[in-house]
């Protein structure tokens, strides 16, 4: 053997070359947690939690009656509802006659399959915390998940992970939120905070809202510093919603 041969077999090398492979290697895998651009990790076997509303929830949606519920100008609610228990987005956004603070929220929404539609137009819907911070409802399964897909806080914060199941299928949203909180002379001094579960799995985690959602009531119709109601939106795409119910902090209820 040459003598080349026998320093590149030299013992004391073979760890630190498979050292440096498993570092490049971990690097180029690696899955991306919210920030950044790396590719989000995909998580499988998930399902929708069909929690039933705990005792001191208070229902806003039980499969027969929305009469939680009115359109953006104070109309009745023309969502269509279901012999399923379900109801289905129609004629217009709509918004709890009940406005909140700070809570827990339970939902479940079921994505129409449209292989014709593309990126935004593929069963969108969402669901706004105060009227003004969206968790978006898109088909997004198995994508590469950015800050405007299903699970994102639209424009502000990408999900962790993307856990989303395929359309047609029920899914469920458990969020957590605090609104924004301002100073006396009425400065914004911590954004709204939201954390979500998408079928049980976190994707996001304690993200600061820090701007309302382009498409959320408006600075007339409800003010940051004010509780404000939980809003449906209507995106134009026949989505599905079951099973919604709310747990506010505090005495904060109006
Ligand atoms: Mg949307």
Redesign the pocket.
């Given at each position: 053997m040459k003598r080349k041969d026998k320093w590149l077999l030299r013992s004391s090398w073979v760890p630190a070359i498979i050292a440096a492979a498993a570092f490049f290697a971990g690097i180029f895998a690696a899955p991306c947690f919210g920030e950044g651009t790396g590719k989000l990790r995909q998580v499988t076997n998930v399902s929708s939690a069909n929690t039933k509303p705990p005792s001191d929830a208070i229902v806003l949606f039980d499969g027969k009656s929305t009469d939680a519920w009115t359109r953006m100008n104070g109309e009745r609610c023309r969502w269509e509802l279901l012999p399923t228990g379900a109801m289905r987005v129609r004629g217009g956004s709509i918004i709890t006659k009940q406005k909140f603070t700070d809570f827990q929220l339970h939902l479940e929404f079921k994505i129409p399959y449209m292989p014709e539609a593309k990126g935004q137009g593929r069963g969108?819907?969402?669901v706004y915390m105060q009227g003004l911070y969206?968790v978006?409802?898109?088909d997004s399964y198995g994508l590469d998940s950015k800050d405007n897909d299903c699970g994102g806080i639209?424009r502000v914060s990408r999900p962790m992970v993307n856990a989303c199941l395929k359309p047609a299928e029920w899914q469920s949203y458990d969020v957590l939120f605090h609104s924004p909180r301002f100073d006396e002379s009425g400065k914004m001094v911590k954004p709204a905070r939201i954390s979500v579960l998408q079928n049980g799995v976190w994707i996001q985690d304690n993200a600061e809202a820090w701007k309302r959602t382009t498409?959320s009531m408006n600075e007339k119709e409800q003010d940051e510093k004010e509780p404000g109601p939980i809003l449906l939106?209507d995106?134009g795409n026949p989505v599905q919603y079951r099973n919604i119910w709310i747990r506010p902090l505090g005495p904060t209820v109006r």
């Open positions: 969108n819907s969402g969206e978006q409802v898109l639209y498409a939106q995106h």
